[in-house]
């Protein structure tokens, strides 16, 4: 495979994204195409080994990720499992997957992306991360680069042959682990299918089986459906993110089935907890519950009086 | 104070004015979303699915304190107004393509109870005490504008957030309150926005009108929507940056179409 260009200094491009710093259009373009070739020889489902400590949605919330990292350890002292919903919503979505991309292309056994269903030019386009990019950079060439990349994001991970870890949830199509081995997935979420179930679905603890929604598109998953997932499978634990939780995780189903969120006071005015899951060797899992980092409050403040000083008040707000 | 304060053990979120003339109380209460219990208990009470997002704590109210009359918007009596049947339920866009390749599969044994996912409620707030809304039109009981565009000073302001959903990425649905309090006069806005990519936008406005001196309340609510393409082409022709436009309602709203406005006033003892 061959290396990045001389002029791209992965641990130097990581000490300026810790520093909340972008970088270059033309370097940002080097790494996903990287990142590609890294992420297209890993299987749809990713086997790796405990300890390692499993991440839920991020939603560009770039100083809460910081706040991850000092609560449970940097890269590459602590392994860790991200399981989508890296942008959209935050502030700072260029920031966040910059520096998630360049720790999996630096320690690329000990940092683990999988897809979430925001990692999708679609659903860019609505949330945030299209007009972050086009605003930041001037055009938006970089939500190119960093959209035809998700496309190679793996669906899911397996931990210890036991802890089966995706971002939404089970699909009706779905029964055995093989059948996501051979999903071809390097693609644009598609609308339907199994693709689309694993990143979106949710639990439904108030029914046994598969549900169908009533918008008409998407399924929930009951108790019965998670069991015998886990019996067909070997496994103990599903582990899956993508459901705001006041919290910051939830476990249902006899403790069959648990949710990680890692974006604390979600979109700047939640107010939840956030969490990250620390799987130890034994299988035994631990939360690490957390609040938003204080950042967050110095960097609103600082942009409000921003605003004051050219004449705009957000805090009165003259609206008929 | 109003009927959804008195479970709380703490003034915790609570924010207050009185006006000068001592006539007038305007309260807000702003807390994190509700916890999973909570949730759970709300849901079975009023028999659908929650939005993600549910301020269920959060409230603001306007009270008349020599007769202890209120008005007071709060998420569980919006979401209470929502549909519970089919009816006039959305579907999303790909909702045709779900029904083609799901065809017969024998895995799906259950679909939810049908009820208005969109979330869209005719909402125009709880009141309490003496005093009968009596139907006007806005010629007679006019929202002053003229008055309310006026730089006055504001002495109370605040934004409170009833629920929110992103309708699994297909849009969104947000119902939210302002309220602006300025020496003579103040006004209230509950705002339902609905966004269904591909499908529709949808407005829901109810407007709480108040002259600290009087003993009038006037309300307005008013209803818009327009189809999803009709704006964006509108947009479009706009020269609006048409994704960025399609998610502020402000920009928005001029561009749909009025289906119901209905004005009200209630005099108070």
Not at chain 1, 246 to 270: H, I
Not at chain 2, 45 to 54: C, L, R, S
Request: proline fraction near 5%; aromatic fraction near 10%; glycine fraction near 6%.
């Amino acid at each position: 495979m061959p290396g990045l260009p001389a002029s791209v200094d992965l641990d130097e491009c990581i000490a300026r994204l810790y520093r909340k710093e972008l970088l270059a259009d033309s370097v940002i373009e080097a790494i996903c195409a990287k990142t590609k070739e890294l992420l297209m020889r890993e299987s749809n489902v990713v086997h790796i080994q405990a300890p390692v400590t499993v991440v839920g949605d991020i939603h560009g919330q770039f100083f809460d990720m910081i706040e991850i990292f000092k609560i449970g350890g940097y890269c590459p002292d602590t392994n860790y499992l991200f399981l989508g919903d890296y942008v959209d919503r935050g502030l700072f979505s260029i920031e966040t997957i910059s520096l998630l991309v360049c720790l999996k292309l630096r320690y690329p056994s000990r940092v683990h992306l999988i897809r979430g269903n925001h990692e999708s030019r679609g659903v860019t386009q609505s949330y945030g991360f299209y007009t972050e990019c086009s605003r930041k950079y001037g055009n938006p060439a970089v939500w190119h680069y960093f959209t035809d990349m998700f496309d190679y994001l793996s669906l899911s991970c397996v931990i210890d042959d036991q802890i089966f870890c995706v971002h939404g949830g089970l699909s009706p199509s779905i029964h055995s682990i093989d059948q996501i081995k051979i999903i071809d997935r390097f693609r644009e979420i598609p609308h339907e299918g199994p693709m689309a179930d694993l990143v979106w679905s949710d639990p439904d603890s108030d029914r046994d089986e598969f549900s169908l929604s009533p918008r008409g598109a998407g399924y929930t998953f009951g108790a019965q459906v998670v069991k015998k997932f886990l019996e067909v499978n070997s496994m103990t634990h599903i582990l899956r993110a993508h459901q705001l939780c006041n919290e910051g995780y939830m476990v249902m189903f006899d403790d069959r089935l648990s949710t990680v969120w890692s974006a604390p006071n979600y979109c700047y005015r939640c107010g939840n907890l956030a969490s990250v899951l620390e799987v130890g060797p034994g299988g035994e899992r631990k939360w690490n519950v957390f609040d938003a980092a204080p950042e967050n409050e110095a960097h609103r403040l600082e942009q409000q009086q921003q605003q004051q000083h050219a004449g705009n008040d957000p805090v009165r707000d003259y609206f008929l | 104070m109003a009927t959804n304060g008195a479970q709380s053990p703490s003034n915790a979120g609570v924010q207050s004015i009185t006006t000068q003339n001592g006539a007038w109380r305007i309260t807000t209460r702003k807390l994190p979303i509700l916890k999973a219990e909570p949730i759970d208990a709300l849901s079975h009470e009023i028999g659908i699915p929650i939005p993600e997002m549910i301020f269920g704590d959060n409230y603001a109210t306007i009270e008349y304190i020599p007769s202890g009359w209120s008005i007071s918007f709060n998420a569980r009596d919006a979401l209470d107004r929502v549909s519970k049947t089919e009816e006039g339920m959305l579907q999303v866009a790909v909702a045709e393509d779900w029904k083609k390749d799901r065809e017969g599969r024998e895995e799906v044994k259950q679909v939810v109870k049908p009820f208005d996912w969109s979330y869209s409620t005719d909402y125009r707030g709880t009141t309490a005490g003496k005093g009968e809304w009596v139907e006007t039109t806005h010629e007679r009981d006019p929202i002053r504008t003229d008055l309310l565009s006026r730089p006055d000073p504001i002495l109370f302001f605040d934004a409170v957030d009833l629920y929110e959903d992103e309708l699994a990425d297909n849009g969104i649905a947000l119902l939210s309150v302002k309220v602006r309090v300025m020496p003579e006069r103040l006004l209230m806005l509950s705002r339902f926005f609905l966004r269904l990519d591909g499908v529709v936008v949808r407005i829901r406005d109810t407007r709480v009108y108040v002259e600290h001196g009087g003993k009038k309340v006037v309300r307005q609510y008013t209803a818009k929507e327009a189809a999803y393409e009709d704006v964006k082409e509108k947009l479009r022709a706009r020269g609006e940056h048409v994704t960025e436009a399609l998610r502020d309602a402000n920009v928005v709203a001029p561009l749909l179409r009025t289906v119901t406005d209905v004005t009200e006033v209630v005099e108070l003892g």
